[in-house]
Nanobody
């Protein structure tokens, strides 16, 4: 059974950093690509980042480019989302999703919605001004 568990969220001041983790079980890093997305109250779900298992290619939403970095620790079967220079508008519930489509695309939200087969429970990120 494929399972994803997110962690690392919390309350941080604007300009601060957090690192989210997405620990996977039931599959290996080579089998699935991973996407991160977020949802704030009253807002649409937004694709944040994804990393392909086929070639390691990464994509980011325009709103987080230059601030967020997605990475892999294959030994721990865990994906990370390093978030720097956080802003109040980054406040949301962050989820990771696994897709057997090993190559993700720049259309992160659509890719997650159409291809993902497993989601985590989410971790809350709150950025105060």
């Amino acid at each position: 059974e494929v399972q994803l568990v997110e962690s690392g969220g919390g309350l941080v001041q604007a300009g601060g950093s957090l690192r989210l983790s997405c620990a996977a079980s039931g599959f290996t890093s080579d089998d699935y690509a991973i996407g991160w997305f977020r949802q704030a109250p009253g807002k649409e779900r937004e694709g944040v980042s994804c990393i392909s298992s086929s070639d390691g290619s990464t994509y980011y939403a325009e709103s987080v480019k230059g601030r967020f970095t997605i990475s892999t620790d294959a030994a721990k079967n865990t994906k990370y989302l390093q978030m720097n220079d956080l802003r109040p508008e980054d406040t949301a519930l962050y989820y990771c999703a696994a897709s057997p489509a090993k190559t993700c695309t720049a259309q992160i939200r659509l890719w997650v919605l159409l291809t993902s087969t497993s989601w985590g429970q989410g971790t809350q990120v709150t950025v105060s001004s």
